[in-house]
C-alpha cells in the first residue's frame, strides 16, 4: 500500500516509519523542516515538505495514496482542516487517525471503547473532531480511530518527562495524592504496530491502544526514581502542585484509567510485547550519581 503519514518525524513517527517500511508499503511522510526530511529519508519514507496548514499539499499527497495515518499533533482548527481535505482525496481509502484515551476521564475499573467520554480540558476538543471525522464513513469513508495510551519508551514519552527528569534534577520522583491512580500506557513500538496493522480496519473502527494499565503512578514513580539513580525516592504532590509544574497536564496526570484492548486483539491481532513501563524504566542506563566533592 502507498501510505502518507503525517508525524512521520515526531516520537511515535520514528517507530511508525520503519513498522511500515518493514510491512512492505511505500511510505511518503509530512516533513516540516529539514531535520524531519533528514530522519524520514533515513528510515526509509519519501520527505513531501510542508506544514499541516498547507491544505493543497495535503489533498495532493493524499491523492497520491491509498491511505493515510494522521500523526501529527496541532490546534483543534487546524487538525480538523486537515483531516477533512486528506479524508476527501482519499475516498474509501484508510484514514488512520489519532486520539488517546484520556478522553474518557476517570474510568472507575477496566472498560473498553464503549465506555462514556468525560475528558478532562486539555484533550476535550477531540471529541468534536472525533465525531466530524467519524462521520465520514456515513459517505463512504473509511475513518479508523487508534486512541493511544501514555507511549513510553526509546528514552523519551511522559514518564521520561514527568518523572524521569525531574528525578535528575532534585533526586525523587512525584506523584499526585495517594498515587494508586493508574496510567494506561504503551510502548511506542507496539503502537507503532497497532497503526500499520489498523490500516486494515472497517470503517468507523476505535481501538484503544493499551499495554499496561495495571501499574499504579506510586509504583512508577518508584521505578522512574530509580531510573534516574534517585534511589527510589519519591513524593507525593498535591493536585494544586501539579498544576503549577505540568500546567493542564497535571489533571490527565490525575487521572484513574484502566482499558483492555480486547478489540484490536480479535480484530486485528494486535498483541502488545514491548516490556512493562516497569520493567522498561529499571533497564534503562543509569545516570552517574552526582558527587558533590567533585566540585571542589
Given at each position: 500500500m502507498r501510505v502518507f503519514i503525517t508525524g512521520g518525524g515526531g516520537y511515535i513517527g520514528s517507530a511508525l516509519v520503519p513498522a511500515l517500511v518493514a510491512a512492505g508499503h511505500e511510505v511518503?511522510?509530512?516533513?516540516?523542516?529539514?531535520?524531519?526530511?533528514?530522519?524520514?529519508?533515513?528510515?526509509?519514507?519519501?520527505?513531501?515538505?510542508?506544514?499541516?496548514?498547507?491544505?493543497?499539499?495535503?489533498?495532493?499527497?493524499a491523492r497520491a495514496a491509498d491511505g493515510v495515518i494522521h500523526l501529527a499533533p496541532s490546534s483543534p482548527d487546524v487538525d480538523l482542516a486537515a483531516s477533512e481535505a486528506m479524508q476527501f482525496e482519499l475516498?474509501?481509502?484508510?484514514?488512520?487517525?489519532?486520539?488517546?484515551?484520556?478522553?474518557?476521564?476517570?474510568?472507575?475499573?477496566?472498560?473498553?471503547?464503549?465506555?462514556?467520554?468525560?475528558?478532562?480540558p486539555i484533550v476535550a476538543w477531540r471529541v468534536t473532531n472525533t465525531d466530524v471525522i467519524m462521520r465520514s464513513a456515513e459517505r463512504g469513508g473509511r475513518p479508523v480511530l487508534v486512541m493511544p495510551g501514555a507511549v513510553y519508551g526509546h528514552g523519551r514519552g511522559i514518564i521520561q518527562a514527568t518523572m524521569v527528569e525531574p528525578?535528575?534534577?532534585?533526586?525523587?520522583?512525584?506523584?499526585?495524592?495517594?498515587?494508586a491512580n493508574h496510567m494506561s500506557l504503551v510502548h511506542v513500538r507496539d503502537i507503532a504496530g497497532l497503526y500499520v496493522l489498523a490500516l486494515n480496519a472497517s470503517p468507523g473502527s476505535r481501538y484503544a491502544g493499551v499495554g499496561d494499565s495495571a501499574t499504579t503512578m506510586r509504583e512508577l514513580a518508584k521505578a522512574a526514581s530509580t531510573s534516574a539513580n534517585a534511589g527510589g525516592v519519591t513524593r507525593?504532590?498535591?493536585?494544586?502542585?501539579?498544576?503549577?509544574?505540568?500546567?493542564?497536564?497535571?489533571?490527565?496526570?490525575?487521572?484513574?484509567?484502566?482499558?483492555?484492548?480486547?478489540?484490536?486483539?480479535?480484530?486485528?491481532?494486535?498483541?502488545p510485547t514491548g516490556p512493562s513501563p516497569v520493567d522498561y524504566l529499571l533497564a534503562q542506563p543509569r545516570p552517574t550519581a552526582f558527587d558533590a566533592s567533585a566540585s571542589f
Open positions: 511518503t511522510a509530512l516533513a516540516r523542516n529539514d531535520d524531519d526530511a533528514y530522519k524520514l529519508a533515513a528510515a526509509g519514507a519519501i520527505p513531501v515538505a510542508g506544514e499541516l496548514s498547507d491544505v493543497s499539499m495535503l489533498r495532493a499527497a475516498g474509501d481509502g484508510p484514514f488512520v487517525f489519532t486520539g488517546g484515551v484520556w478522553v474518557y476521564g476517570n474510568t472507575h475499573g477496566v472498560v473498553d471503547e464503549d465506555a462514556p467520554l468525560a475528558p478532562p528525578a535528575k534534577a532534585q533526586g525523587y520522583a512525584s506523584y499526585i495524592g495517594d498515587g507525593s504532590i498535591t493536585i494544586e502542585d501539579a498544576r503549577g509544574t505540568f500546567g493542564p497536564l497535571a489533571d490527565a496526570l490525575a487521572l484513574d484509567q484502566q482499558f483492555t484492548s480486547q478489540r484490536a486483539t480479535d480484530e486485528l491481532g494486535w498483541i
